[in-house]
């Protein structure tokens, strides 16, 4: 694991698009699976930027969603896909048949976990993921506790996460209380991991997932193990320093 520290989130947002656009013109169909939640939305709007200019082309990449609410159709608001979509896939002008998602309303959610990994696989797995920090360490909807080959699965959203994600939807009675995750399995043998880490309320998670003893009850302490995996914090995440 390597530690990039940068004052602000503009550097880190620059700094991680500009390393994914380095992959992306080395492979331009590169296979990439994409957080939502706020921290990564500066990167993917940077990137956007950068293909404006004809810096980058993403139009080939193959994408894959992270992770989904259960029970949560695509018209509705609080949709992780959609959130993507918006996000992502449309603005980068990424054709939807080469997304890899998760069925909204799956009619048996454990087959759907089962069939997403399946197809990830079949594809030679994720070339990179872009994540954020769960103020829990959680990675996707890998909650605690989550060793590193907890496979992709319907998972119960702790409270923390409830909490955390009640600021995108309005508040906790919003949230759904269960979700599919790509596994522990799944994102931990992406051949780049690049972990965003912004503000002041990650310091104590940030912390723990860096020095802290590597454990399911942190999942994100398992990038400790994983050498190709880069994390890029802003000085308030970090606790006051700069590279
Ligand atoms: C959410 C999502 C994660 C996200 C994390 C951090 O619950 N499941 O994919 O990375 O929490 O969110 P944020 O970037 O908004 O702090």
């Known amino acids: 694991m390597k530690l990039e520290i940068c004052p602000d989130i503009e550097t880190v947002s620059q700094i991680a698009a500009e390393r994914l656009a380095t992959m992306i013109r080395a492979k331009p169909d590169l296979g990439i699976v994409v957080a939502t939640g706020n921290t990564p939305m500066p990167?993917?709007?940077?990137?956007v930027r950068m293909q404006a200019r004809g810096e980058v082309d993403c139009r080939n990449l193959r994408v894959f969603q992270l992770d989904a609410y259960l029970g949560i159709n695509d018209d509705d608001p609080r949709s992780l896909f959609g959130w993507m979509m918006r996000s992502f896939i449309t603005p980068l002008g990424i054709a939807p048949e080469n997304v890899v998602r998760f069925a909204a309303l799956p009619p048996d959610p454990p087959a759907e976990c089962l069939s997403y990994a399946a197809k990830v696989r079949a594809m030679g797995g994720y070339d990179v993921a872009v994540l954020g920090l769960g103020p829990n360490g959680h990675l996707g909807f890998n909650e605690p506790p989550s060793a590193d080959d907890a496979p992709t699965r319907v998972?119960?959203?702790?409270?923390?996460?409830?909490?955390?994600?009640?600021?995108?939807?309005?508040g906790p009675d919003a949230v759904p209380r269960q979700s599919m995750t790509a596994g522990m399995d799944l994102l931990l043998s992406a051949r780049a991991i690049l972990l965003v880490v912004t503000g002041s309320r990650k310091q104590i998670i940030l912390n723990q997932t860096?020095?802290?003893?590597?454990?399911?009850?942190?999942?994100?302490?398992?990038?400790?193990?994983?050498?190709?995996?880069?994390?890029?914090?802003?000085?308030?995440?970090?606790?006051?320093?700069?590279?």
């Open 155 to 170: 998972v119960a959203l702790t409270e923390q996460s409830v909490a955390s994600n009640g600021h995108y939807w309005g």
């Open 210 to 243: 860096l020095h802290g003893p590597v454990t399911p009850q942190v999942p994100a302490s398992y990038l400790q193990t994983r050498p190709q995996a880069l994390i890029l914090a802003d000085a308030d995440a970090a606790g006051g320093k700069t590279a």
């Open 43 to 47: 990167v993917y709007a940077e990137l």
